[in-house]
């Protein structure tokens, strides 16, 4: 087996992933991979079951969530590898997370509904795998009712140059900062949620902090570092190589793990292959475990 590792991967226990748990320790078999970390939207109740179904494989799984933040009117996501998934401080971010999705997509319902658009709350929590629904997940359900489709406001997305890539087509047409379904973020504070995370065991990362919805500057970093954050996730299908050489710059100037995660979820991320992410090395485990909790 390989030393090679995926830090950023969702089952799914998130809204938006496809595969279970034990389908996501197959793949990693398959592809000889040496550890993978399931990392769902505000959950973990992949947890334990994909840690014994690793150990059973042969494939190390860190446990981990994705915890969407605010930080200066952004989001940033953090990722939390190595948490124990059963610490009463997660529990308490899982909790507020909960409340800040739910409302958030009351609001998100109101607007679509307000612009003449099919949806309801009953269809999204019925499609959603039991989690709150991300804006992306709710634009993929919004697109699969046959309703939407006979919309002429929305034909754009039904072309079949845009339906694989529709939902988030959709996400920054509707949902994005300015635009007519916009609402305002509600998510618990970035520094909160690194405040919290040495008492959860984990070694907090930044995912995919070149995002279009994140643009994380080096002062952004310099903060967060300063504050707990213990990685980068330098190498994902987000970034240019501009942008992977610029943060692989910024984790060794601020001595940060520099860590790979491709993001994978199934079919909403189509161009996002499982095992196609290259970069992983299992060095980038062993240094960010000798980071989790409290230490530097």
């Not at 496809?18 to 990392?39: C, K, N, T, W, Y």
């Not at 610490?87 to 899982?94: F, K, N, Q, R, T």
Request: glycine share 8%.
């Amino acid at each position: 087996m390989s030393g090679r590792v995926d830090f950023h991967v969702h089952s799914d226990k998130s809204s938006d992933g496809d595969f279970s748990p034990a389908q996501l320790v197959g793949f990693a078999g398959e592809h000889q991979m040496r550890a993978i970390s399931i990392a769902d939207h505000d959950t973990v109740a992949a947890y334990p079951e994909a840690v014994e179904l690793g150990r059973q494989a042969g494939v190390e799984v860190i446990p981990s969530i994705e915890v969407t933040t605010v930080y200066d009117g952004r989001e940033l996501h953090l990722l939390l590898p190595f948490v124990d998934w059963a610490s009463p401080a997660l529990a308490e971010i899982v909790r507020r997370q909960t409340e800040c999705r739910e409302t958030e997509i009351r609001e998100r319902v109101d607007r679509i509904r307000e612009l003449g658009f099919a949806l309801t709350m009953e269809e999204i929590a019925a499609k959603s795998n039991g989690a709150p629904a991300l804006g992306v997940k709710i634009a993929q359900i919004l697109l699969e009712n046959p309703e939407n489709e006979r919309n002429p406001a929305l034909e754009v997305f039904y072309r079949p140059e845009n339906r694989p890539h529709a939902p988030y087509i959709f996400y920054k047409e509707y949902f994005a900062e300015g635009r007519p379904a916009h609402v305002p973020k509600r998510f618990v504070g970035s520094l909160e949620v690194l405040a919290a995370s040495p008492a959860t065991g984990a070694a907090p990362v930044l995912a995919h902090p070149g995002a279009y919805f994140q643009r994380t500057t080096a002062a952004d970093a310099r903060v967060l570092k300063e504050n707990g954050l213990r990685g980068l996730e330098v190498y994902t299908f987000y970034h240019t190589a501009e942008q992977t050489a610029f943060y692989r710059g910024l984790a060794g100037e601020l001595d940060l793990v520099a860590t790979a995660g491709s993001d994978f979820h199934g079919r909403i991320k189509p161009h996002v292959a499982f095992g196609a992410l290259p970069e992983g090395d299992y060095g980038m485990v062993e240094r960010l475990r000798e980071r989790r909790g409290g230490a530097a």
